[in-house]
């Protein structure tokens, strides 16, 4: 949907704590609403397990209605997929997962059409070459677990494992999801809960409740941007690419709806906070702890962030003027800096903007969510403000 044109519009309240030392993220902060258009969003920094900003502020509907508070939650896209990772990388931490192993161990059905061999790794870091299913897949389909579940395991690869990376942009959920269940036999979204949101108290699901439905904002497509307009980008993609990112095609409208959000979506309907991110993806930054609890192990933690290779990607290729380095999950900060200064930082982002980060050199963590999607798929010029920020007041 569009948002309605506001003209000269109050600036909006800025609440929540800052460090004085990263006055500069408050600033950039403050700047994504007079420069960026920001609407709604908020952003929190750990250093070392300690929060040092925790800011939000701006609106969590289109109407500009109802503030957005200090617990509003907003659909963060494919940040969520490192939280999905962190849960395979928890299952291998405790030896229940061998991320060398075929998924086939796991998952038999998925041995068929030449992939009996495909190891989990290559679903972690986009490698399997199932980025998308050939066949239309409607919206109902695509909500329901079992029938996508089973498409993509009788499904062939678009190209051949393991030898370049292609985003998996949806499919990764129920790809990494799907061994996640036959191990444990909860679906990732219990899983999280039961292992990891639950035990840290943290505010963040995999879908979302019912009950949690009046504390989520309402995401808003960019203002250059509808669904048609969006359709006709995709409908020039390669066929790979359109399976990918256009199959079935989803937008703010979807996102916002009860069937998006009580569906299964690991790869792409995570809700939470600012500080829920930022907590979650410090488990890495921490090399393992959050705070007073050892989620992984040191050596768990460093394994999320081994480089898979470097390659322009397959399905995103065209909207990098660089090449980029998936590694177990996440990606790899790389000379872009795509996660701060540090090329062994890592993170991800998600479509329209949010984006969590972790670096364990430097103790950072960083979660930031917002309502008023950008146009770009990574490195939202909103994003990478605030990332300079943080790394400018190291």
Same mark, same amino acid.
């Given at each position: 949907? &569009?948002?309605?044109?506001?003209?000269?519009?109050?600036?909006?309240?800025?609440?929540?704590?800052?460090?004085?030392?990263?006055?500069?993220?408050?600033?950039?902060?403050?700047?994504?609403? !007079?420069? !960026?258009?920001?609407?709604?969003?908020?952003?929190?920094?750990?250093?070392?397990?300690?929060?040092?900003? %925790?800011?939000?502020?701006? @609106?969590?509907?289109?109407?500009?209605?109802?503030?957005?508070?200090?617990?509003?939650?907003?659909?963060? @896209?494919?940040?969520?997929?490192?939280?999905?990772?962190?849960?395979?990388?928890?299952?291998? %931490?405790?030896?229940?997962?061998?991320?060398?192993?075929?998924?086939?161990?796991?998952?038999?059905?998925?041995?068929?059409?030449?992939?009996?061999?495909?190891?989990?790794? &290559?679903?972690?870091?986009?490698?399997?070459?199932?980025? *998308?299913?050939?066949?239309?897949?409607?919206?109902?389909?695509?909500?329901?677990?079992?029938?996508?579940?089973?498409?993509? =395991?009788?499904?062939?690869?678009? @190209?051949?494992?393991?030898?370049?990376?292609?985003?998996?942009?949806?499919?990764?959920?129920?790809?990494?999801?799907?061994?996640?269940?036959?191990?444990? *036999?909860?679906?990732?979204?219990?899983?999280?809960?039961?292992?990891?949101?639950?035990?840290?108290?943290?505010?963040?699901?995999?879908?979302?409740?019912?009950?949690?439905?009046?504390?989520?904002?309402?995401?808003?497509?960019?203002?250059?941007?509808?669904?048609?307009?969006?359709?006709?980008?995709?409908?020039?993609?390669?066929?790979?690419?359109?399976?990918?990112?256009?199959?079935?095609?989803?937008? =703010?409208?979807?996102?916002?709806?009860?069937?998006? !959000?009580?569906?299964?979506?690991?790869?792409?309907?995570?809700?939470?906070?600012?500080?829920?991110?930022?907590?979650?993806?410090?488990?890495?930054?921490?090399?393992?702890?959050?705070?007073?609890?050892?989620?992984?192990?040191?050596?768990?933690?460093?394994?999320?962030?081994?480089?898979?290779?470097?390659?322009? %990607?397959?399905?995103?290729? =065209? *909207?990098?003027? &660089?090449?980029?380095?998936?590694?177990?999950?996440? @990606?790899?900060?790389?000379?872009?800096?795509?996660?701060?200064?540090?090329?062994?930082?890592?993170?991800?982002?998600?479509?329209? *903007?949010?984006?969590?980060?972790?670096?364990?050199?430097?103790?950072?963590?960083?979660?930031?969510?917002?309502?008023?999607?950008?146009?770009?798929?990574?490195?939202?010029?909103?994003?990478?403000?605030?990332?300079?920020?943080?790394?400018?007041?190291?």
């Amino acid at each position: 949907m &569009h948002e309605p044109e506001h003209h000269a519009s109050p600036a909006p309240v800025i609440e929540g704590h800052c460090d004085p030392r990263f006055g500069a993220v408050r600033d950039a902060f403050a700047s994504n609403f !007079r420069e !960026r258009d920001e609407l709604g969003a908020a952003v929190t920094v750990q250093i070392h397990g300690e929060t040092v900003v %925790d800011l939000w502020g701006g @609106w969590a509907d289109a109407a500009r209605t109802c503030r957005w508070e200090r617990d509003t939650l907003v659909n963060v @896209w494919s940040t969520t997929k490192g939280v999905t990772a962190l849960c395979a990388h928890l299952l291998a %931490d405790r030896g229940l997962l061998d991320l060398d192993a075929p998924v086939a161990a796991y998952w038999p059905e998925f041995g068929a059409a030449g992939k009996e061999a495909l190891p989990v790794r &290559h679903l972690l870091s986009h490698r399997a070459g199932l980025a *998308g299913l050939r066949e239309p897949l409607t919206l109902e389909e695509f909500y329901d677990w079992e029938v996508t579940t089973a498409r993509l =395991a009788a499904t062939e690869p678009w @190209w051949e494992p393991g030898t370049r990376s292609g985003y998996h942009a949806m499919t990764y959920g129920f790809l990494v999801g799907e061994v996640i269940r036959r191990i444990t *036999g909860r679906l990732p979204s219990a899983f999280l809960r039961d292992e990891i949101t639950g035990p840290l108290d943290v505010d963040f699901t995999i879908g979302l409740p019912e009950k949690e439905a009046d504390r989520a904002a309402e995401l808003v497509h960019p203002r250059a941007a509808s669904a048609g307009e969006q359709a006709a980008v995709f409908a020039q993609l390669a066929p790979a690419a359109q399976a990918a990112l256009a199959n079935p095609l989803v937008g =703010a409208a979807q996102a916002n709806s009860p069937e998006w !959000r009580a569906a299964e979506l690991p790869a792409a309907n995570g809700h939470g906070t600012a500080r829920a991110v930022a907590t979650l993806y410090g488990v890495f930054a921490g090399r393992g702890r959050s705070g007073d609890h050892r989620v992984l192990s040191e050596q768990a933690a460093e394994r999320a962030r081994e480089g898979q290779g470097a390659c322009r %990607d397959l399905m995103l290729g =065209a *909207g990098f003027a &660089h090449d980029t380095e998936c590694a177990l999950g996440l @990606w790899l900060s790389g000379p872009n800096s795509s996660y701060g200064p540090n090329p062994r930082a890592f993170g991800h982002d998600g479509f329209g *903007g949010s984006c969590g980060l972790a670096d364990p050199e430097s103790g950072v963590s960083l979660g930031y969510v917002m309502n008023r999607m950008g146009p770009d798929i990574a490195d939202d010029p909103r994003k990478m403000a605030l990332v300079e920020a943080v790394y400018a007041a190291l």
